[in-house]
């Protein structure tokens, strides 16, 4: 079973940059997509991009712009590199491999980081 680990966060000033790094323990080929959410406590975790196989990436509209979702197949990692940043992008950031498996689809999530923007 592949593991997905992320790291990267930390704390930085509204307007600065971070990246989050997302390395799989086996073929990041082995997903059908790789995605990154955040999640606030008290709040749903929300999708922020995703890259599939062929690389078909995917923002969403509160990042469009600032974020940008990138993988090294040859290092089998997933990275989210994350400019301008706000206050209101901080959360604790997860990494998630998505696998169809015939009528299913099976997760693998990563402990995830913590991104703190201060203003």
């Known amino acids: 079973q592949v593991q997905l680990v992320e790291s990267g966060g930390g704390l930085v000033q509204a307007g600065g940059s971070l990246r989050l790094t997302c390395a799989a323990s086996?073929?990041?080929?082995?997903?059908?997509?790789v995605a990154w959410y955040r999640q606030d406590p008290g709040l749903q975790r929300e999708l922020v991009a995703s890259?599939?196989?062929?690389?078909?990436?995917h923002y969403a509209d509160s990042v469009k712009g600032r974020f940008t979702i990138s993988r090294d197949n040859a290092k089998n990692t997933v990275y989210l590199q994350m400019n301008s940043l706000k206050s209101e992008d901080t959360a604790v950031y997860y990494c998630?491999?998505?696998?169809?498996?015939?009528?299913?689809?099976?997760?693998?999530w990563g402990q995830g980081t913590q991104v703190t923007v201060s203003s």
């Open positions: 890259i599939t196989s062929d690389g078909s990436t």
């Open positions: 998630a491999g998505h696998k169809v498996a015939g009528y299913k689809i099976n997760d693998y």
């Open positions: 086996g073929s990041i080929f082995s997903f059908n997509a």
